[in-house]
């Protein structure tokens, strides 16, 4: 028989024929070879606003996610929210220099809740590429593992925290993610100064 498509090659394909985020996310819609769809209940492709200088990646839905269709809505999501809140910066904001555009490496959510496996994140990373360069915020904020995993081809957020690395082509900024935060709340902390860092980058670069 026909050999088996190459995801990665399918998904690389799809990305690039898109010419628009809405082209895009129909693309993702559309894509067989990922089986995180079958259990997905909504795709959840992003929030905030496409114009925005900070474009936040974070892991894959959750339950409350999954249900509602948009990143971040979640206890981790409000934390998310009060963070960048703390640094004048918010998804609803209409103004692209104190907006927020928030999506996930993985647009469905996976059962139980697991991590998205390597393959999964090796044929969902082409789209997010696409996503990047069609939204072509000035800077991206890498959350938690599994994003600087799909961004930076490495995992250990304790050790890539705070350090700018360059990630879809752009500067880009590990953090931890908020359900750890949540779990941990002394890296607070930690999160806090990376908040700062953030924030004094985006004025030594301001438009």
Partial sequence: GAPEPDPVAAARAAA???????GLRDALGAYP????RHGARNLVFADGSPAARVMIIGEAP????????RPFVGRAGQLLDRMFAAIGLARDSADPASALYIANVSPWRPPQNRDPSGEEIAMLRPFMDRH???ADPDLVILMG?????????????????GHW????????LPMFHPAYLLRNPPAKREAWADLL?????????AK
């Fill in 16 to 22: 690039a024929a898109a010419t628009s985020l809405d």
């Fill in 33 to 36: 070879h990922c089986d995180l």
């Fill in 62 to 69: 959750g339950r409350d996610e999954d249900l509602q269709g």
């Fill in 132 to 134: 990047v360069a069609l």
């Fill in 145 to 161: 593992n599994i994003s600087c995993e799909a961004g930076l081809g490495r995992r250990g957020i304790t050790r890539l925290r």
């Fill in 165 to 172: 690395a360059e990630a879809y082509g752009k500067p880009a």
């Fill in 197 to 205: 860092a953030l924030r004094a980058r985006l004025s030594e670069t």
